[in-house]
C-alpha cells in the first residue's frame, strides 16, 4: 500500500496557486475577542479546555487519554501545544489578543493566531479531522487524493484548480510555499514538520501507534480552531464505540481466526517483494476483532526472510541478490505462500492503478498466481480474502509525463477517514474476521464486493464554496473594571453571552472531565455539526462515509 503514496507524489504537478510576495493578513472579525489595553481578562475558561489527564501548577497541561504524542498548557490568553513525535512546539494567541515575545520561547517555536481562518491542507490524513470537527469552511485548499465529499466539493468550486494544495516535492521549498500558499492560508498542516515553513504544523496521527491514539489526533487539530472541549467529547463517543465492539468481539469463543495482511510489492527504483505487515495498529485491529497475527517470528526465522529496512513491521521475500534474499522469485513466492497457509484470513493491501476492477482474478495476476496455487490457501478456498479501499474518491488529474492530458486517479480513505474512525474500522475487521455484522465502509470482500466510490454531491455542508467561514466566537466576552468576564453561551445565531455582572458559568465549578458543556456551547464547536450529547449512534450519523 505505500506503493500508492509513492505513485501520488509523482502523479502531482506544480499547483496552480499564484503566486504573491506579500503574507496573510488575518480579518479582524467575530472570532477575534476586543480587549481594552492592559486585560487580564483569562481567555480560555476551564469549561472549554480539552479534557485531558492531569494539570500542573503553573499552568493547565493535558497529558491526552490514549496518545502520549502531544500535550497542551493554557495560559490566559495564549496555549503552548507541544507535538513530541515531529519535536515542534506552537504557541496559539487568541485572535484579537497580543501574542507573547517570542524570546520567551525554545529557538524554532512556531506562533499562530487562533481561530485559524485558511487552512492548507495538502494532504488527506490530518484533513479527515477537519473534516470531522465540521470545519471545512476554513480549509482554502486540499490534495487532488481527498476522499471527504467536501474535500471533493472544494475542488469542484469555481477556480477549483486553485484549490489544489502543494504536492509532496514542494512541501519541502519553504519559498515556494511562503510564495504560493503563504499570502491566502494562515496555517498549513501536514503529516510532518517542515521546520522552514512557519507557518506549518505537523499532525502525526499515522506515527503514533495505536489505533486510539492516531484517532485522538483530533484533539489536537481542535486546538487550533478553538475546538477542543468538543473534540474532547467526539474522542469519548469513538472510544466507547471501539471499546464496545471490542467487547462483543471477545464474547466469541473458539480459536482464534489467523489474519495475514499481505501484499505484492513492485515499484521502480524500489525493487519487488511479497511482504507481510506487522504494524502495531493492524495487529491491534486483528486481537481486537478476535483474531489472532501470523507469528513473526516463526517467520523471520525461515532463510530469506528480512525486515523491511525502511519498515521493520515488514517482513519481505525478495529476490533483489541483497545478501540473504532468495535465489529467484520462484522461491520467495514458495516461502510466502507457505506463510500464508497458515491464515484463515488474508487482508490484501497490494497497490492497484484502479481498485474498482482489482477483483480475485487480478490478485492472481498481481501475485503471479495459478488458480492451484491460490486454491492451496485456506483464506482463498473459504473466500476470505479481503482489501481495505473499499471506499475511494477519483480524480481527473493532470498527466505528470502530458500535462495536456489528465488520469483517472484513485484517493483510499484508508488514509484518510479511517484513521479518525477506529470503532468503524473494528467493525470491519471484526466482520472479515468472525463473520458478524453486514455491510463494509474500507475492508470489503474481494469475492464478492466492489468499491464505493464518493464525491462532491454528497458534501452535507450548507455552503462548501463559500468566501468567508463561519465564525467561531471568543469563549469570553470582557466586561466593565471589577465584573468577571462573560462567558459565551451560544453561537446558534450570532455570539451570545452571559450578562455582564450576572451570575455565568464561569462562576461555577469547572465540570472537569465530565465532557458535559455549558448551555448550546456545543454548537459553537463546528457549525455544520450540532454536537449535544455526543452518543455513538449519533456519532454515526455526523461522519460523511456513514
Request: glycine content about 6%; aromatic content about 10%; proline content about 6%.
Amino acid at each position: 500500500m505505500r506503493a500508492l503514496a509513492l505513485a501520488a507524489l509523482l502523479a502531482l504537478l506544480a499547483a496552480p496557486i499564484s503566486l504573491a510576495a506579500e503574507g496573510f493578513q488575518r480579518p479582524t472579525n467575530g472570532d477575534c475577542i476586543a480587549l481594552s489595553t492592559g486585560s487580564d481578562v483569562s481567555l480560555f475558561p476551564e469549561q472549554y479546555m480539552m479534557v485531558g489527564d492531569e494539570r500542573s501548577k503553573d499552568g493547565f497541561v493535558t497529558q491526552v487519554n490514549s496518545s502520549r504524542g502531544f500535550s497542551v498548557e493554557y495560559f490566559p490568553t495564549y496555549k503552548v501545544v507541544t507535538n513530541s513525535i515531529a519535536g515542534e512546539t506552537y504557541v496559539l494567541s487568541q485572535c484579537g489578543a497580543q501574542v507573547p515575545p517570542a524570546d520567551q520561547f525554545p529557538a524554532g517555536t512556531k506562533f499562530f493566531t487562533v481561530p485559524l481562518s485558511s487552512l492548507s491542507a495538502p494532504e488527506t490524513v490530518p484533513y479527515a479531522f477537519v473534516d470531522f470537527l465540521g470545519l471545512t469552511d476554513r480549509v482554502h485548499d486540499v490534495s487532488p487524493y481527498v476522499s471527504a465529499p467536501c474535500g471533493q466539493a472544494l475542488l469542484e468550486c469555481p477556480g477549483g484548480s486553485s484549490r489544489i494544495s502543494p504536492d509532496f516535492m514542494q512541501l519541502s521549498n519553504a519559498t515556494y510555499l511562503e510564495e504560493a500558499v503563504g499570502p491566502i492560508t494562515d496555517g498549513l498542516m501536514a503529516t510532518s514538520a517542515i521546520a522552514d515553513y512557519p507557518e506549518s504544523f505537523a499532525v502525526s496521527a499515522a506515527q503514533d501507534p495505536g489505533v486510539l491514539n492516531r484517532a485522538e489526533w483530533v484533539k489536537f487539530v481542535a486546538l487550533f480552531f478553538n475546538q477542543e472541549r468538543a473534540a474532547s467529547d467526539i474522542f469519548t463517543a469513538l472510544k466507547a464505540e471501539y471499546e464496545a465492539t471490542k467487547a462483543s468481539a471477545a464474547s466469541s469463543t473458539g480459536k482464534k481466526p489467523v489474519v495475514a495482511w499481505a501484499q505484492h510489492f513492485i515499484y521502480p527504483g524500489m525493487g519487488e517483494s511479497y511482504q507481510i505487515s506487522f504494524a502495531e495498529y493492524k495487529a491491534q485491529y486483528t486481537e481486537d476483532a478476535g483474531g489472532a497475527m501470523l507469528d513473526k517470528d516463526a517467520i523471520a526465522a525461515v532463510k530469506g526472510v528480512k525486515a523491511d529496512p525502511s519498515a521493520a513491521e515488514f517482513l519481505t521475500f525478495t529476490w533483489d541478490g541483497s545478501e540473504g534474499s532468495f535465489s529467484t522469485q520462484a522461491e520467495a513466492k514458495a516461502a510466502f505462500l507457505d506463510a500464508l497457509k497458515k491464515a484463515d484470513v488474508i487482508i490484501d493491501e497490494t497497490y492497484a492503478e484502479n481498485p474498482t476492477t482489482y477483483d480475485s482474478a487480478a490478485l492472481l495476476k498481481e501475485w503471479g498466481l495459478t488458480e492451484a496455487e491460490a486454491a492451496a490457501l485456506p483464506a482463498w478456498a473459504n473466500k476470505k480474502v479481503f482489501r481495505p479501499d473499499g471506499l475511494l474518491s477519483l480524480q481527473r488529474t493532470p498527466d505528470f509525463t502530458d500535462p495536456s492530458k489528465t488520469v483517472d486517479t484513485y484517493g483510499s480513505d484508508w488514509f484518510e477517514g479511517a484513521i479518525a474512525r477506529p470503532g468503524k474500522v473494528l467493525k470491519d475487521i471484526v466482520r472479515a474476521v468472525q463473520g458478524q455484522g453486514q455491510g463494509f465502509t474500507w475492508v470489503r470482500n474481494l469475492f464478492t464486493e466492489q468499491p464505493m466510490v464518493t464525491d462532491g454531491k454528497s458534501c452535507n455542508a450548507a455552503q462548501p464554496c463559500a468566501a468567508q467561514p463561519r465564525t467561531i466566537c471568543p469563549f469570553v466576552k470582557e466586561c466593565p473594571v471589577g465584573q468577571a468576564p462573560a462567558l459565551l453561551l451560544s453561537s446558534d445565531n450570532g455570539c451570545t453571552y452571559a450578562e455582564c455582572g450576572k451570575a455565568s458559568a464561569l462562576e461555577q465549578p469547572a465540570d472537569g472531565a465530565s465532557g458535559s458543556l455549558p448551555t448550546n456551547a456545543a454548537a459553537m464547536a463546528a457549525p455544520a455539526i450540532v454536537l449535544t450529547l455526543i452518543v455513538v449512534a449519533f456519532v454515526e450519523v455526523l461522519m460523511h462515509f456513514c
